[in-house]
């Protein structure tokens, strides 16, 4: 089986809000422990998405609440669900059998409160990735929904970056407004991620990044996480658009070696079809093998170019 890893996936809101437990295999949503293992899913990134109502007061609430609750999971889980924390703990799930090795991320920098003091606690919690923004400004930079504004990296949001290189977090750029994604390239010393976002030239969504952003992310050593959102895939979402987005960034780039993926899974509901729980991975390999890839190729899609940014930004 490929070992696959995901950048972002939103499900445990679905446990917050009480309507499911990662541990049971359920019919509902998109990702549980049992499907992550018949998947082959070896690492997944999830994301702590701290909703709109929390914002701005409230959001570093909502992200201990979620903290907390995930950290319930991992402890009625713990023979199957590892928490990533370091390259130590990386390579231990990765030589383990039967586990599914957890990051935890924070989805839009408002949990920070502008305060580069909850950064460190969130890291001390076990939180190694976090999106700067989400679709709105805050004390980070501009998000996409802002992006009309110009808006980019602000000085606070520049020792935000500092420090999470400094830390040994991942920055995640996805929703940021193009000026902020351009001002941390400037900034960082160590390589991104684009947890889950698709290719302009394929489908135009503002969400999407352009061949400029693309190449540039590729010369940062960085990866975009192409997603299986519908609504950043095509007017009529499909396996084969999903593909196409993942060959364009290949091909402009003439390597398979700064893409992978983000489902988004549990972010987003009805999911891409053919692509509608983690258990339908097979069917994007399938698309990818159709398209020509190679079987190396492919694993490096899937999970082995994602592993290499995290290796380089864990400590």
């Not at 702590?48 to 402890?75: D, M, S």
């Not at 030589?95 to 957890?102: C, R, W």
């Not at 990051?103 to 976090?130: P, Q, Y």
């Not at 995640?172 to 160590?190: C, M």
Request: with cysteine; glycine share 10%; proline share 2%.
């Amino acid at each position: 089986m490929m070992l696959v890893v995901d950048a972002h996936c939103d499900t445990m809101l679905d446990v917050i809000r009480g309507k499911r437990r990662l541990g049971t295999r359920s019919s509902q949503g998109h990702v549980d422990l049992p499907r992550l293992l018949e998947a082959g899913v070896k690492v997944q990134i999830f994301a702590l998405f701290i909703e709109t109502v929390y914002k701005p007061n409230g959001a570093l609430r909502r992200a201990l609440q979620q903290i907390a609750a995930f950290y319930e999971e991992v402890e009625s889980n713990r023979d199957r669900l590892k928490v990533i924390t370091s390259r130590q703990d990386l390579q231990q799930v990765l030589t383990s059998a039967g586990t599914v090795g957890a990051i935890l991320s924070i989805e839009g920098g408002e949990a920070l409160e502008g305060d580069l003091g909850v950064l460190e606690c969130l890291f001390r919690l076990g939180v190694r990735c976090l999106g700067l923004t989400w679709n709105q400004r805050n004390a980070i930079a501009d998000g996409v929904g802002e992006r009309l504004s110009k808006g980019g990296l602000t000085s606070f949001g520049r020792k935000v970056v500092n420090n999470m290189n400094r830390l040994g977090m991942v920055i995640d750029l996805a929703h940021i407004a193009e000026q902020g994604f351009w001002d941390v390239l400037e900034v960082t010393t160590k390589p991104l991620l684009v947890s889950h976002a698709n290719c302009q030239s394929v489908y135009n969504h503002y969400r999407n990044l352009n061949d400029a952003q693309i190449k540039a992310l590729a010369q940062n050593q960085g990866v975009l996480g192409v997603t299986f959102a519908p609504e950043f895939v095509a007017q009529e979402a499909s396996v084969a658009k999903v593909v196409e987005h993942i060959d364009h960034a290949c091909q402009l780039l003439g390597n398979v070696l700064h893409v992978g993926i983000g489902s988004d899974f549990d972010g987003t509901d009805p999911m891409t079809p053919g692509l509608e729980d983690v258990t339908r991975l097979s069917n994007l390999i399938a698309g990818l093998d159709k398209r020509g890839y190679k079987t190396e190729e492919i694993a490096k899609i899937l999970g082995k170019n994602i592993l290499r940014v995290l290796e380089a930004n864990l400590i």
